[in-house]
């Protein structure tokens, strides 16, 4: 697995006096770091600097190379050291830091002094320089990743309070049959962390089938994505048995993942949790049996996606709807058990790929307070605005291919999600036509969404 990294560009600008000159001259650095570990204001970490210093008619270097120190609580100070080569080939070195103030912390974090020496330690010029907070930090902010393992392997490293879940949902093209297979780690607050889950089949117009495995002691796989007993689930490939249901799938294709939530919140786990959908348009071959029924999958659509976090929300309504030809439209909606959070109405998180595109095209979380949603049994709903179109989304879980399954998160708390894969699903996306609104776009699912309804 790899290792937990922080990368981020920054740009400040400001002005250099070059010993022996009158006049300053204009200084431009262009960087990129790139730290280990999840940057948070406690860490005191190093890692490289690269990037390019530009100061018009004496240096334009855009291979500068150095070392970033960010400890900012810990030692009250930001590092930068870069060395780069002056325009007559002189080796230079930057030197300068950032002193972190309690009381005024804008400034501090955005103003950097600068001494610039040559190789024999002699100053060559003094800079003062600043990040443009007003016109940089939306694109500061949206360049942070935090790369770390693929989106299918366990991120869990051994903290008590966490859940992860592994999910694939699929619909049979033959039969309009639903498979929906659970896989769960539990690190409790107290205790051993355990793996376990169920699996649940919903033939139409019946009720479902639904078994659990588990729970086994977790032990992370060497080579795939989860194994608990006698299931197990690698890139390509899920098997396992739980009850009177076995499974021997093989999955294929997914398209690029699909990030419901933003993308730095699901890197950086700096909300109580996130879901991602690392392959929103898999097809799956293979067999399922349930009690003395086969069916046999032939190009079955569906969906792998994930949860890592601390925990199930307070409520939350969820669904995955193959619109076809690649398209697809995810939802989160979902209310915290965070005290205050707890009594905000549902935050729901959209997104729509359609002809390849992602709407809403920004940040899912800033999207979200533009959306409503209104959770309930047997239908909820999700409406309101994605960049300059109109969304409405109804789903309703038939109560009889409905199935409740109770939960219970790391602190020991119960909640229930009520599942079904026979969904039906309707979608409208519009758009504004003079001082009205006309459909672009409408999708219907008679019994092919897959949808859940979580409550306490």
């Given at each position: 697995m790899?290792?937990?990294?922080?990368?981020?560009?920054e740009?400040?600008?400001g002005?250099l006096?070059?010993?022996?000159?009158?006049?300053?001259?204009p200084?431009?650095?262009?960087?990129?770091a790139d730290?280990?570990?999840v940057?948070h204001?406690?860490?005191?970490v190093?890692?490289?600097?690269?990037?390019r210093?530009?100061?018009p008619?004496?240096?334009d270097?855009p291979?500068?190379?150095g070392?970033?120190?960010v400890?900012?609580i810990a030692?009250r100070r930001?590092?930068?050291t870069l060395?780069?080569?002056?325009g007559d080939?002189r080796?230079?070195r930057?030197?300068?830091?950032?002193?972190?103030?309690?009381?005024r912390?804008?400034?501090s974090?955005?103003?950097?002094p600068?001494?610039v020496?040559?190789?024999?330690?002699?100053?060559?010029g003094?800079?003062?320089?600043?990040?443009?907070v007003?016109r940089?930090?939306?694109?500061?902010?949206g360049?942070?990743?935090?790369?770390g393992?693929?989106?299918?392997?366990?991120r869990?490293?051994?903290?008590a309070?966490?859940l992860?879940?592994?999910?694939?949902?699929?619909t049979?093209?033959?039969?309009g049959?639903g498979?929906?297979?659970?896989?769960?780690?539990?690190?409790?607050?107290?205790?051993g962390?355990?793996?376990h889950?169920?699996?649940?089949?919903?033939p139409?117009?019946?009720?479902?089938v639904?078994?659990?495995?588990g729970p086994?002691e977790?032990?992370?796989p060497e080579d795939?994505v989860?194994a608990?007993?006698?299931?197990?689930?690698?890139g390509e490939?899920l098997?396992?048995?739980?009850?009177?249901i076995?499974?021997?799938?093989?999955?294929?294709?997914?398209?690029?993942?699909?990030?419901?939530?933003?993308?730095?919140?699901?890197e950086?786990?700096?909300?109580p949790?996130?879901?991602?959908?690392?392959?929103?348009?898999?097809?799956?071959?293979?067999?399922v049996?349930?009690?003395?029924?086969?069916?046999?999958?032939?190009?079955a659509r569906?969906?792998?996606?994930?949860?890592?976090?601390?925990?199930n929300?307070?409520?939350?309504?969820w669904?995955?709807a193959d619109?076809?030809?690649?398209d697809?439209?995810e939802i989160?909606?979902?209310?915290?058990?965070?005290?205050?959070?707890?009594r905000l109405p549902?935050l729901?998180?959209?997104?729509l790929?359609?002809?390849?595109?992602?709407?809403?095209?920004?940040?899912p979380?800033l999207a979200?307070?533009?959306?409503?949603?209104?959770i309930g049994?047997?239908?909820?709903?999700?409406?309101g605005?994605?960049?300059?179109?109109?969304?409405h989304?109804?789903?309703?879980?038939?109560?009889?291919?409905?199935?409740?399954?109770?939960?219970?998160?790391?602190?020991?708390a119960?909640a229930?999600?009520?599942?079904?894969?026979r969904?039906d699903?309707?979608?409208?996306?519009?758009?504004?036509?003079g001082?009205g609104?006309?459909?672009?776009r409408?999708?219907?699912?008679d019994g092919?969404?897959h949808?859940?309804?979580g409550?306490?």
């Amino acid at each position: 697995m790899s290792a937990r990294r922080t990368v981020f560009r920054e740009v400040m600008e400001g002005s250099l006096r070059l010993a022996g000159e009158e006049r300053a001259r204009p200084m431009r650095l262009e960087l990129a770091a790139d730290l280990p570990g999840v940057l948070h204001p406690l860490a005191d970490v190093e890692g490289d600097l690269t990037g390019r210093v530009h100061v018009p008619g004496w240096a334009d270097d855009p291979a500068a190379a150095g070392r970033l120190r960010v400890a900012p609580i810990a030692a009250r100070r930001i590092r930068y050291t870069l060395g780069f080569t002056a325009g007559d080939g002189r080796r230079l070195r930057l030197d300068g830091w950032k002193t972190v103030s309690p009381r005024r912390p804008v400034r501090s974090m955005t103003f950097l002094p600068v001494t610039v020496t040559d190789e024999d330690g002699t100053v060559a010029g003094e800079a003062r320089l600043r990040f443009d907070v007003r016109r940089d930090l939306g694109r500061f902010l949206g360049g942070f990743r935090f790369p770390g393992p693929g989106p299918l392997r366990s991120r869990w490293r051994g903290q008590a309070g966490r859940l992860e879940v592994w999910y694939t949902t699929l619909t049979d093209p033959a039969t309009g049959t639903g498979v929906w297979i659970h896989h769960e780690l539990v690190a409790p607050d107290e205790g051993g962390a355990r793996a376990h889950g169920w699996a649940t089949i919903f033939p139409p117009g019946e009720t479902p089938v639904f078994a659990r495995f588990g729970p086994h002691e977790w032990r992370r796989p060497e080579d795939g994505v989860f194994a608990s007993g006698p299931v197990a689930q690698t890139g390509e490939r899920l098997t396992g048995t739980a009850g009177a249901i076995t499974w021997d799938l093989r999955e294929a294709g997914g398209g690029r993942p699909l990030y419901t939530f933003p993308r730095w919140a699901w890197e950086s786990e700096l909300l109580p949790a996130a879901q991602i959908v690392p392959k929103p348009d898999a097809t799956y071959d293979g067999v399922v049996r349930f009690g003395d029924r086969v069916l046999e999958l032939d190009g079955a659509r569906g969906a792998s996606a994930r949860i890592y976090g601390q925990g199930n929300a307070r409520r939350w309504a969820w669904l995955h709807a193959d619109l076809g030809g690649g398209d697809v439209c995810e939802i989160v909606a979902a209310v915290s058990t965070r005290p205050g959070m707890n009594r905000l109405p549902p935050l729901p998180f959209l997104r729509l790929r359609v002809d390849g595109e992602d709407l809403p095209s920004g940040d899912p979380l800033l999207a979200a307070l533009r959306l409503r949603a209104g959770i309930g049994l047997p239908s909820w709903t999700v409406h309101g605005r994605v960049g300059d179109r109109r969304i409405h989304v109804r789903v309703t879980l038939p109560p009889g291919e409905t199935v409740s399954v109770d939960y219970a998160d790391p602190d020991g708390a119960p909640a229930v999600c009520h599942n079904s894969e026979r969904a039906d699903v309707r979608i409208v996306l519009a758009r504004r036509a003079g001082r009205g609104w006309e459909t672009e776009r409408e999708w219907r699912l008679d019994g092919t969404g897959h949808a859940e309804v979580g409550l306490r």
